[in-house]
């Protein structure tokens, strides 16, 4: 992930003192910062900035900031906003996130607040966007890959042939950055299904009185921002995979109505009245132990038998080390092709180092190293270069 200090952000606000002292704050963390002091002026320096970030006021004359939050949210990659207002309510904070804002800010704004949401929000946006570029990479070829030939992941690929074809629902269970999402991809693309009808949703980032609308979507007018119709995922996903990543994270109030949707198969948009039949197949996954947390009273025991028809669990990267040489190949030619950079070598000594390390962020974090080795390191990679760059100061 890039470093946050080297972000650009836009601030849209028609008040100039605002504009100054906040960029005054934003600068001392070494931000590139831009100012528009309207709508339309933000809208055209955000097409030609580029921001990694927008903060943005409500209340402006000609467009208010929903206006422009409503246009920012259309363009492709959008970045993160941030709302601002001096006259806010309950009722203004929860229609700019259902219209797609990452967080609302009341004046006047508290100098820690802004720091810690700019981190946040610019730690999102990134992720976001290395999630575009991988799965951008990935479409190229028209699958996802499985990369490994350990016996734990030979056993999860031959589950996966089996269960694919069936479209039972499924559980896949393991840590964080072990390929929870690829082997629900994987899942998906031998099922049948069109291979454009796969419809994530990350459970743990929508706010519980948002996932009404995520899921089962919300007709005009339904609430404050609600400008036109908009259908939810489990419709979206109808005729293909509905994948529910991090259910573990769910609320209670959203299971519920999980719970019924998956009972029924039928749901109702906010503010609707017609009755919409949805049969996607459903996937769902976890980082938590459900059993745990049924017994503690966060996650509901009829939902997790809902889900829970076939369950996958997928070995950490310390579990299957013989396949970290085949992954290290792997990273090795897909990132230098990202990157623009020429493939390297690694020594034995480099992948002896890299295979016998304890990789508790598992995959992810191996990509993240192999990436961090190519850009820093010369020509051939070296076990000198891997236990220097493990752990960087």
């Known amino acids: 992930m890039q470093n946050t200090t080297m972000a650009s952000i836009l601030i849209i606000d028609d008040q100039k003192p605002i504009r100054t002292s906040l960029s005054e704050v934003l600068a001392m963390e070494e931000h590139e910062l831009f100012e528009a002091e309207n709508g339309k002026k933000g809208l055209t320096a955000l097409d030609q900035k580029k921001p990694d970030l927008v903060f943005l006021d409500i209340k402006m004359d000609g ?8 246009e920012i ?125 796969f419809v994530e949703v990350n459970c743990a980032a929508i706010p519980g009185e948002l996932i009404e609308s995520e899921l089962f979507g919300h007709e005009k007018g ?64 976890t980082n938590k132990h459900l059993p745990t947390e049924i017994k503690e009273g966060n996650f509901r025991e009829d939902l997790y038998h809902r889900i829970s028809t076939i369950i996958i669990q997928v070995p950490n990267l310390n579990e299957r080390k013989q396949d970290i040489p085949i992954l290290v190949n792997h990273f090795n030619d897909q990132l230098s092709k990202e990157l623009g950079i020429k493939k390297k070598s690694f020594s034995d000594g480099a992948i002896t180092e890299l295979t016998n390390s304890q990789w508790t962020g598992n995959i992810r974090e191996l990509r993240n190293m192999v990436e961090r080795l190519l850009i820093l390191c010369g020509e051939e990679i070296t076990e000198k270069d891997v236990i220097t760059y493990k752990n960087p100061k």
Do not use: W
């Not at 467009?63 to 409503?70: A, K, P, Q, R, S």
């Not at 036109?228 to 994270?249: C, P, Q, V």
């Not at 769910?250 to 949805?278: C, D, N, P, Y």
């Open 63 to 70: 467009m208010d900031g929903i206006e422009v939050l409503n």
């Open 222 to 285: 339904a609430f404050t921002g609600a400008q036109k119709t908009k259908k939810g995922k489990f419709e979206i996903a109808t005729k293909g995979t509905l994948f529910l990543d991090e259910i573990g994270d769910m609320s209670l109030s959203a299971q519920a109505k999980v719970l019924r949707a998956l009972q029924e198969g039928e749901i109702t948009r906010v503010g609707g009245e017609k009755v919409i039949k949805v049969n996607p197949r459903v996937i769902a996954a």
């Open 73 to 197: 949210v259309q363009r492709e990659n959008p970045p993160p906003v941030i709302m601002m207002s001096g006259h806010g309510d309950i009722e203004t904070a929860v229609s700019c996130l259902k219209s797609g804002a990452f967080d609302y800010l009341e004046k006047p704004l508290d100098l820690n607040r802004v720091l810690v949401t700019t981190r946040n929000a610019l730690n999102t946006g990134e992720l976001k966007k290395e999630n575009t570029v991988l799965k951008r990479t990935l479409s190229k070829t028209g699958r996802y890959n499985m990369i490994g030939e350990s016996d734990a992941m030979m056993t999860v690929q031959e589950m996966i042939g089996k269960i694919a074809p069936t479209l039972s629902r499924v559980l896949i269970l393991g840590q964080n950055g072990t390929g929870k999402e690829l082997v629900a991809r994987t899942i998906h693309n031998q099922s049948g299904l069109p291979e454009d009808q």
